[in-house]
């Protein structure tokens, strides 16, 4: 017998998490199928920590960056727990083009040191500063979505490959290499494995393994009011740098990294990539002790225009894409779930036009 649903979710990393914990909320027969464990270190969701900003480059996300604010407000209420650490933030850039949005504003480098007195930004840079920055519990937050789903009704399987789809007069049927589901909508949230998974729709997307070092945990040089986040223009790529909060060590990283098959586990860091970005963090954050830290490896899923997937394909009646990260997704988790599960009940979203799958840059 062909298990019947309202939605299939392909793949529960956070986006995947968020959509079946809201529709499940909602009301809706919901099955979450994931390849790997939960919390898995294969693809985007992984890790202790993750950025949340309001400052963005271009107005066309103020409204989605409200809604992710507000959602994690709402996950919070409803999970009784904090998520999110607001500890400020300061965006340093060579050029003046800064950020905007929210309570975002440019600054002197001399008014930042006087916000985050721990951050030491390079000689002639412009910045913006940015109040409600933070960080979100990633890791946290990637447990209770699953737990939540689960508590809503929702049935997450573990250790389950998704292998194909076909859309049908009855709906989508989805096969896994245990059984077929039928579902009259399918939602694709399968992170790094986007083209793979969509090669019709043909977007230009390539995976990138992004490393990360974090220094031991306890250190009050390394947490908020000293600290908050921020990132650096380098000719080498942007760092960005995420203070200590919940016993998780600042963290540091560059949103730069080589071609990866995500078929293949990411590759750990090296001694000499590891040294290299523990002297970043030292370079930034001065009063930080970088010994003894811990260095990890991610995959990025990086579009044309640095801008998510999400909406229904054209060419295929009944699936959603889910696609949210060019190194910038995780914050905006409930606002992707809530998305998601609009679609899914065909409520219509013209906000979200600018991150329609069928925008012209991604071909
Ligand atoms: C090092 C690093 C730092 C980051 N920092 C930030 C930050 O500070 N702020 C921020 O907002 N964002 C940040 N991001 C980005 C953010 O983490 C991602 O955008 C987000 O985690 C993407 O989640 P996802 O659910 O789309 O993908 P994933 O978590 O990769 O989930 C996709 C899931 O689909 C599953 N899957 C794939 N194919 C199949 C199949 N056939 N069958 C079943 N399951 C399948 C995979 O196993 C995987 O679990 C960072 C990312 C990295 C790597």
Known sequence: MTARYDA?????????????????RRGLRVAG??????GHPRGSSHGATRMIRRAYPHPDWNEFVRHAYRGWERWERQAGMVFVHRTSGAYAHRSGGGLQGGRSRPASLDEVAEVLPGLRLPDGYHATLDPDAGVVEAGAALAWAHAAAAEAGAELSFGETVLG????????????????????????AGGPWLSRLLPAVGVRAEV????????????????????????????????????????????????????????????????????????????????VD?????????????????????????????????????????????????????LVEGIDRPDLDFLRPDREVLR
């Open 165 to 188: 789809w076909a859309g049908d007069d009855e709906g989508v049927r989805v096969a896994t290499d245990r059984r077929e589901l039928l579902a009259d909508r399918l939602v694709v």
């Open 208 to 287: 990138w393994r992004i490393l990360t070092y974090s220094a031991r945990p306890g250190q009050a040089a390394a947490q908020s009011p000293a600290l908050g986040a921020f990132s650096v223009d380098l000719d080498e790529g942007l760092v960005f740098g995420l203070p200590e909060v919940a016993g998780a060590g600042a963290k540091i990283g560059v949103d730069a990294g080589v071609l990866w098959d995500p078929e293949i586990p990411v590759a750990p860091p090296t001694p000499e990539e590891t040294g290299h970005l523990a002297g970043l963090l030292a370079r930034f954050a001065p009063g």
């Open 8 to 24: 299939v979710i392909l793949g529960l990393g956070i986006h995947g998490s968020a959509s079946a914990y809201e529709l499940a």
């Open 290 to 342: 970088v010994t003894g830290g811990e260095a990890a490896a991610c995959l990025y899923t990086m579009t044309p225009d640095r801008r998510f997937l999400i909406g229904a394909l054209a060419d295929q009646p009944g699936v959603i894409v889910a696609a949210a990260c060019s190194g910038h997704g995780f914050k905006f988790a409930p606002a992707v779930g809530e998305a998601v599960a609009d």
């Open 33 to 38: 199928i994931e390849r790997f464990t939960a």
